[in-house]
C-alpha cells in the first residue's frame, strides 16, 4: 500500500519561510519522480515543482522559481519543499505526489498525500 504523509504546513507571515516534507512508504520511491501540487479554495489544482528520480533535475512554476526549492532523500524516502518568501496568494493545501513521468501536469501523476495547509497572512 503507497502512502504519502505531507508535514510542516502552518501560518506564516508573509516574507517568512516553510519547509514541507512528504514522508513516502510502500514504494521504491527513488525509482518515481516527484512533485508538489497546490490547491487554493475555489480554484484547481496547480503545479509547484518537481523532481527526476536521481534529484538531478527539477522545475518549477513561475510563480516558485527563485522563491521555492524542491529536493529529496531517497535513503529516508523523503521529499521536501523549502518556501521562501512566501506571499499570501502561496495560501493553499499543498500535496505531494509521484510520477513515472517529470512532468507539470497532474493527469501524470498517480499516488497523492493527503496534503498540508499552508497559510500565508498580510
Known amino acids: 500500500q503507497v502512502q504519502l504523509v505531507e508535514s510542516g504546513g502552518g501560518l506564516v507571515q508573509a516574507g517568512g519561510s516553510l519547509r514541507l516534507s512528504c514522508a513516502g512508504s510502500g514504494r521504491t520511491f527513488s525509482l518515481y519522480n516527484m512533485g508538489w501540487f497546490r490547491q487554493a479554495p475555489g480554484k484547481e489544482r496547480e503545479f509547484v515543482a518537481a523532481i527526476t528520480w536521481s534529484g538531478t533535475s527539477t522545475d518549477y512554476a513561475p510563480s516558485a522559481r527563485g522563491r521555492f526549492t524542491i529536493s529529496r532523500d531517497n535513503a529516508k524516502n523523503t521529499l521536501y519543499l523549502q518556501m521562501n518568501r512566501l506571499k499570501p496568494d502561496d495560501t493553499a493545501v499543498y500535496y505531494c505526489?509521484?510520477?513515472?513521468?517529470?512532468?507539470?501536469?497532474?493527469?501524470?501523476?498517480?499516488?497523492w498525500g493527503q496534503g498540508t495547509q499552508v497559510t500565508v497572512s498580510s
Open positions: 505526489t509521484t510520477s513515472r513521468y517529470f512532468s507539470t501536469t497532474a493527469g501524470d501523476y498517480d499516488y
